[in-house]
């Protein structure tokens, strides 16, 4: 009787470690790392337009700080001498609530720098 | 005596394997996002805005709450279609300018729109 017990015991904790596998599988695959993104961003949202891309950005807050890979930069020109060669794509990642000319002063700024292509990162809704 | 040994040592193996998959369940739970991202691109018009003046180019002027083509009021939902007549009617470009009190989420939303008709190159005038 004793021993009967005690196997009806185990039963249950193999179980849980199994569902507990399946869980750690899925957010293994199904998520990706983050590179660690300024806090109190609100990505711009929209549909319909081709997935996906890099998301290695210079974050823009909706105050206007500029945040390259966790680190606040302190001007635009910043990023620029940090940057190596403009001829490659810049990415730019706006707060959704950053006025629009204000961004586009700054797509202004890096043209006179040399940018041949610049583009706005968007997160995807839904 | 030594039967007994091997079995203790198993039940202990299984509660330290519990014990290291919970952990690494809860570091890939809280630092993995799903998050995707797409690019648009923001193409700002060289030199005093060219084209202001070309019978081809449609002129889209962003507002906080509204959006003009061609000085005439226009909702989003008919942005697309109106957009597709200029196009048959001969236009091939348009140039966006937008208020002060545009946020980047409604200048991208109008971009996103212009960009479903793909015979129109896109200007967007530089901010003065």
């Not at chain 2, 906080?64 to 009617?89: G, P």
């Amino acid at each position: 009787m004793k021993r009967k017990f005690k196997a009806s015991k185990r039963e249950p904790i193999i179980s849980l470690i199994n569902i507990v596998f399946l869980i750690l599988i899925f957010f293994m695959v199904a998520g990706s790392l983050s590179a660690n993104r300024p806090s109190g961003i609100e990505f711009i949202q929209a549909e319909g337009l081709d997935c996906c891309t890099e998301d290695d950005a210079l974050d823009i807050l909706a105050d206007g700080t500029l945040v390259m890979q966790g680190n606040t930069l302190a001007s635009l020109e910043q990023f620029i001498d940090k940057t190596e060669t403009l001829d490659t794509t810049i990415r730019l990642r706006p707060d959704r609530n950053y006025p629009a000319h204000e961004l586009l002063k700054r797509v202004k700024a890096l043209k006179a720098a040399g940018a041949t292509h610049i583009v706005v990162l968007t997160e995807q809704a839904s | 005596m030594s039967l007994r040994r091997v079995r203790q040592r198993r039940r202990a193996s299984i509660t330290s394997l519990i014990d290291v998959i919970f952990l690494l369940l809860l570091f890939f739970m809280l630092a993995s996002t799903f998050s995707k991202f797409s690019e648009i691109d923001i193409a700002v018009a060289n030199g005093s805005s060219p084209g202001v003046g070309d019978t081809d180019t449609a002129t889209l002027s962003i507002q906080a709450d509204r959006t003009y083509c061609n000085e005439t009021e226009t909702i989003d939902a008919d942005l697309v279609s109106r957009l597709q007549d200029l196009t048959v009617a001969g236009t091939n470009g348009v140039l966006i300018s937008v208020s002060d009190d545009v946020s980047t989420q409604r200048l991208v939303d109008v971009l996103s729109l212009v960009k479903q008709v793909p015979t129109l190159t896109i200007q967007i005038e530089e901010p003065s």
